[in-house]
């Protein structure tokens, strides 16, 4: 079993900066691919980036340039760093984990989910 515990959400102003984290517990987190989806209210979960077991990563089109997921398999831990925050990058963000080492692109292709973290874009 996987428990993935997310942290580093908040209130930030738009321009500004946030850098979540996802810890993991179980095995073979080396193995799996990870990503971090985005929900707003009234709207579906969306895939912001990923990560695969390799390190090939995929980002949605609205924060290409200004995130950046990473993850330190030895600490069981992704990162996505959050530059140049708008206003719609506001929602509760999501930690996912595939069985398989490669990224998927549905909600579906992720087995294992957090509790999510809010972060709110506001000045």
């Known amino acids: 079993q996987v428990q993935l515990v997310e942290s580093g959400g908040g209130l930030v102003q738009p321009g500004g900066s946030l850098r979540l984290s996802c810890a993991a517990s179980?095995?073979?987190?080396?193995?799996?691919?990870m990503a971090w989806y985005r929900q707003t209210p009234g709207k579906e979960r969306e895939l912001v980036a990923s990560?695969?077991?390799?390190?090939?990563?995929n980002y949605a089109d609205s924060v290409k340039g200004r995130f950046t997921i990473s993850r330190d398999n030895a600490k069981k831990t992704v990162y996505p760093q959050m530059n140049s925050l708008k206003f719609e990058d506001t929602g509760v963000y999501y930690c996912?984990?595939?069985?398989?080492?490669?990224?998927?692109?549905?909600?579906?292709?992720?087995?294992?989910w957090g509790q999510g973290t809010l972060v709110t874009v506001s000045s």
């Open positions: 996912a984990s595939r069985i398989l080492g490669s990224t998927g692109s549905s909600t579906g292709d992720y087995v294992y």
């Open positions: 990560i695969s077991s390799v390190g090939s990563t």
């Open positions: 179980g095995s073979f987190f080396s193995g799996r691919a």
